[in-house]
């Protein structure tokens, strides 16, 4: 109880634009309430999954894409103590009354300072957007972060869960299919068919390669958040991609039969993890 009322209060000092405030919390019984601001448009999850709802445009996405960066940025880098959020999904992501996407639901949040280690040894999240290595380390880190950050885009682009089921009752990841129209050479094939092909063509495949480089299955060959603001502004181009990179084999990687190359990405702020991850 000491260690979520600690939490509640810092987290109730962060103030930013693209950050649902936290306005206090209480206890019902035996559960544990955090009290946010309301938002008048609701889930971001509701627009992008029930067809009954409007369509978000693609500039409308990609501010949202935006808007949650921005609040990452601030977490992981311009408060005074390092916000790990260890839950980034559109189901945490609210829109205000201008449709501002804002980043909300601190409850498994962990603060740091800067310049020191996490202490988390405790795998929590969601399904689809947990980062491979925290089955092995079970550490939480930015770079697990940028993971869920780059499933998340993916969600936003596509318009489809991280995860969902085949005919046989099997698990399809979202961005393994994004990667086979990569392969087939129609990578924008994978925006959301709800667009109708509304958007342009050029800048949704730098999206999605882009997803793809924050998911990728190593937390050294994901860029930080800084760079990602940077890549997202147009500040920075987007190093040269191949579809062999982001979807290396992890399994060839802990056998030492494939050496991925990562000289020609920025060094990144997420830190140097060496463990290399289980399979995705």
Same mark, same amino acid.
């Given at each position: 109880m000491k260690e979520f009322i600690s939490e509640v209060v810092s987290i109730g000092q962060i103030r930013h634009r693209n950050l649902v405030r936290l306005l206090g919390y209480c206890r019902r019984k035996? +559960?544990?309430?955090l009290v946010y601001d309301y938002m008048p448009n609701g889930s971001l999850d509701k627009? &992008? @999954?029930? %067809?009954?709802t409007m369509v978000l445009s693609w500039s409308q996405r990609l501010g949202i894409i935006n808007d949650v960066?921005?609040?990452?940025?601030?977490l992981h880098l311009d408060w005074e103590k390092v916000v790990l959020h260890r839950d980034v999904k559109a189901s945490n992501v609210l829109l205000d009354a201008d449709m501002n996407g804002r980043l909300g639901d601190f409850g498994l949040a962990r603060l740091y300072d800067h310049g020191t280690d996490p202490h988390t040894? %405790?795998?929590v999240g969601t399904m689809g957007y947990l980062a491979p290595e &925290?089955? @092995?380390t079970g550490r939480a880190s930015k770079a697990s972060d940028i993971f869920a950050f780059g499933v998340f885009m993916l969600e936003v682009a596509c318009g489809r869960r991280p995860v969902s089921q085949d005919e %046989?009752?099997?698990h399809l990841l979202l961005a393994d299919r994004v990667i086979e129209h990569w392969r087939e050479g129609a990578i924008t094939d994978a925006v959301d068919p709800r667009l109708r092909g509304d958007f342009p063509?050029? +800048?949704a495949s730098f999206v999605l390669k882009l997803c793809l480089l924050c998911s990728h299955p190593l937390p050294s060959a994901r860029p930080g958040i800084r760079q990602i603001m940077q890549f997202l502004s147009g500040d920075t181009r987007l190093p040269e991609v191949s579809v062999e990179h982001v979807s290396v084999d992890v399994l060839a990687l802990r056998q030492n039969q494939v050496v991925p190359s990562h000289s020609s990405l920025p060094s990144t702020e997420a830190g140097n993890i060496s463990d290399i991850p289980a399979a995705r």
């Open positions: 035996r +559960e544990l309430l627009l &992008l @999954h029930d %067809h009954n960066a921005s609040s990452i940025l601030y040894t %405790h795998v &925290l089955g @092995h %046989h009752d099997g063509a050029e +800048e």
